[in-house]
């Protein structure tokens, strides 16, 4: 079989998204009969049937699914080889580093103070994010290296550097009757019938089942906690965004968060090894103990 062109695995994704051969034809800016002649010819090549057809429209098979899902990694590693090349062309580019929005405030800091003693060292462009973008980001070269967070994070095929460990707290409305305690389990903020935790989306992009809101920015978690709607479990150094409005108290017993610092494995940049180097130096681990000593209002 000879190799798939680019040009079928998009022809394919768009149908397989669409589910229907004109919208996906008008979507690729094509007649649909060439779109249909396309697909049938991808189909004996491969030998396989990916779409059932009729006149509504059209469904996925078994192998299908397999084809949209592989098709799209191809595809997203096409765009980021294309990416990175471009990227390594460009004299005197930044280095981007991806991370989370207010999240290992300090230790980025810490890692952009000292790069800046760093005589020849590459200048950095943040690029802030929402949670769980970073690989994406990362693997489709609109990144160079991400600050990600173990066990939350996609660290699928990545080289990583484990940088930081802290602890957990509970980001509460100030209000709360649990704002003025010094400490808390897991069992009791996860047992608070009038402030349900908010439920984060899973890596698949699925959200857990639960009576909290679903949230996928900083700034609506931030305001629901402000209202009185949520709570949270996050990591404490995550409480840089905290509003007047929010008191962050330890959580003892929740699982320990590691920083990650992670690149493409591929990459043999210079400038990616210096700032790795720069950011392990900076590895340190905050105590369960020391989190306690976290807890602020309107600080």
Known sequence: MDDLE???????????EELHFGRAAVRLGIAQPPLSRAISQLERRLGVRLLDRDRRGA?????????LR?????LGAVAAAARRTQRAGETKRPLVLVTKAGASYELLQQLLDALAGEPGAAPIEILLCEVGEQAGLLRDGRADVALM????DDFAGFDTQDLQVESQ????PAGHPLASRDRLTLA????????????????DGSYPDGPGPEVHTQS???QLVALGRTLLVIPAS???????????????????VTTVIAWPPSSHSPAIAALVRSAAGLRGTSSPAAATQLKSGAS
Do not use: K
């Open 59 to 67: 469904s996925l098979t078994e192998a299908g699914e397999v084809m």
């Open 149 to 152: 967070h173990r066990p939350f």
């Open 169 to 172: 707290i509970a980001l509460l």
């Open 220 to 222: 609506q978690l931030a």
């Open 188 to 203: 009791e903020v996860r047992d608070v019938p009038d402030l349900p935790i908010a439920r984060w989306p899973r890596l």
């Open 70 to 74: 592989e098709a799209r990694a191809a």
């Open 238 to 256: 995550s409480r840089a965004w905290q509003w007047p409005d929010h008191v962050a108290v330890p959580v003892v017993d929740a699982p320990e």
């Open 6 to 16: 680019t040009r079928e695995l998009r022809y394919f994704v768009a149908v397989a």
